[in-house]
């Protein structure tokens, strides 16, 4: 069992920075692959970004590449996403999700919301 909780959302500024931090407890950390989601009013939770338990390994969604930077630190056993640029459309409920094997994420969090004003 692991458990997750997000923190660092809030309120900014079109153009704005926020980054985000996901707090693992329980099992080890570094065995689970690890994802942000996110899900704007009225709309479907998409894909935010990940990263493997290969050191280095990091997919983003098309919307955020070259804006977001997703990283780890094992040692810490806490997932970072970096947000910079922000825009209106980046509004949402931020989650951290984990899964020993990807897509199948069985841990989540209880999100974080971030909003960012025009």
């Known amino acids: 069992q692991v458990q997750l909780v997000e923190s660092g959302g809030g309120l900014v500024q079109a153009g704005g920075s926020l980054r985000l931090s996901c707090a693992a407890s329980?099992?080890?950390?570094?065995?689970?692959?690890v994802a942000w989601f996110r899900q704007a009013p009225g709309k479907d939770r998409e894909f935010v970004a990940r990263?493997?338990?290969?050191?280095?390994?990091?997919v983003y969604a098309n919307s955020v590449k070259g804006r977001f930077t997703i990283s780890r630190d094992n040692g810490k056993n806490t997932v970072y996403l970096q947000m910079n640029n922000l825009n209106p459309e980046d509004t949402g409920v931020y989650y951290c999700?984990?899964?020993?094997?990807?897509?199948?994420?069985?841990?989540w969090g209880q999100g974080t919301q971030v909003t960012v004003s025009s």
């Open positions: 999700a984990a899964a020993t094997v990807q897509p199948d994420y069985g841990y």
């Open positions: 990263i493997s338990k290969i050191v280095g390994i990091t």
């Open positions: 329980g099992r080890t950390f570094s065995n689970y692959v």
